[in-house]
């Protein structure tokens, strides 16, 4: 059973005394940590801080058109550890757990205990691919969660990185200062100090999320000099009312984090109750315009299937007619369930 002994006694027994509950945990990681746990309101079964985290039996159903890498990170992984899908960009995944385990993550079928870190050969054969392809300017370390990294392995990661002319601009995606905000020390901050510009970009789905310990964690890292970004899920039951996306994206405005991407769910297994359609995420976009700060609007974005890249769901020519066109002008069928 893949289950993180860091959440609270009475989740671990519900799952444990629970057969269905059981089976998702064989298959799926489960950790929720204590300032999660905090957030949560016990008495609401409908909780959307809790829906994000606590396995639920509807993860049991697959459908047919969810993949086990619904974005396509194999096709275009030329070294393990690298995720090149873009000429100017790759994905740098150091280590694949995290702190807590989304229950919609589109990398579920590959993180949690037990995962491999890359070895010391292995992260130094990513970093040789790195040095050695000219067109690199963005190096965006993902995962799993690369802030559950040391301190001191980030900073021998970062000094590589710092070391190599042609790379510009480093970004951490991460859910740490949000669901682990404590692990966000003066010395994580340290780490991320380099003379190349660095970003974090959160990930937060609902204003409940954004406690006074995750306040806390992201004025050091803004404090520090390091600009604040968010990226969101948008998430049946959780997130997919006008009014929840605004307080959300209204609150991390007001924290100083700029609102960047709001993901269409990915096709990833046991995902299908999360996922609403296309045009209905579309309806509640645009139902913000006007209402709340052009800054305070994230772009609607969805990955294609397949490795075929973002696009913008509310600009014309992406999406019509249950297909979408890639940012190489190549079409691909996306019908809704």
């Known amino acids: 059973m893949k289950v993180c002994r860091n959440s609270k006694d009475t989740a671990l027994e519900m799952i444990a005394n629970d057969p269905q509950m059981r089976a998702i945990t064989e298959r799926y990681s489960v950790a929720v940590t204590e300032e999660v746990m905090e957030v949560i309101n016990p008495g609401d079964p409908h909780d959307p ?16 058109r969810e993949l086990a890498d619904p974005i396509g990170d194999e096709a275009h992984s030329p070294v393990k550890g690298i995720v090149h899908r ?22 579920r079928e590959k993180v949690g205990p037990g995962s491999e870190a890359l070895s010391q050969p292995e992260l130094e054969a990513a970093l040789d691919y790195i040095r050695t392809t000219p067109a690199i300017w963005e190096v ?18 970062m000094q590589e990185l710092n070391n190599i002319p042609h790379v510009k ?22 780490a991320l100090a380099s003379e190349k510009a660095v970003y ?45 996306l605004e307080k959300l994206f209204r609150t991390l405005v007001e924290m100083r984090i700029k609102p960047y991407y ?11 109750h999360f996922r609403l359609p ?7 976009v645009k139902s913000l315009q006007g209402k709340v700060s052009g800054i305070a609007l994230p772009k609607y974005m969805l990955d294609i299937p397949g ?9 014309a020519g992406y999406y019509e007619d249950e297909a979408v066109t890639d940012y190489k002008g190549r079409t691909h069928d996306y019908p809704e369930e």
Not at 169 to 187: C, L, S
Not at 307 to 315: A, I, N, R, S, T
Request: glycine share 6%; net charge positive; proline share 9%.
């Open 278 to 284: 296309v045009a209905e995420g579309q309806t509640l």
């Open 200 to 244: 974090v970009v959160v990930h937060c789905n609902h204003a409940n999320e954004l406690s006074d310990k995750v306040r806390a964690a992201t004025q050091l890292l803004i404090k520090a000099g390091i600009p604040l970004l968010s990226q969101s899920v948008l998430l049946r039951g959780v997130n997919d009312k006008p009014e929840t």
């Open 262 to 272: 709001l993901h269409h769910p990915d096709l990833a297994p046991g995902t299908s």
């Open 86 to 107: 873009y000429p100017d960009r790759v994905l740098l995944k150091p280590v694949h757990v995290c702190s807590v385990y989304c229950r919609f993550c589109f990398r």
């Open 49 to 64: 801080v809790a829906r994000q985290y606590m396995p639920s039996v509807e993860e049991l159903k697959t459908t047919p």
């Open 169 to 190: 601009v480093i970004r951490f995606h991460t859910r740490v200062p949000i669901a682990d905000p404590t692990r966000v020390t003066p010395e994580l901050v340290a």
């Open 307 to 315: 490795g075929h890249g973002k696009v913008p769901l509310m600009e």
């Open 140 to 157: 965006i370390f993902s995962g799993g969660d690369p802030l559950v990294l040391s301190p001191r392995r980030l900073t021998m990661i």
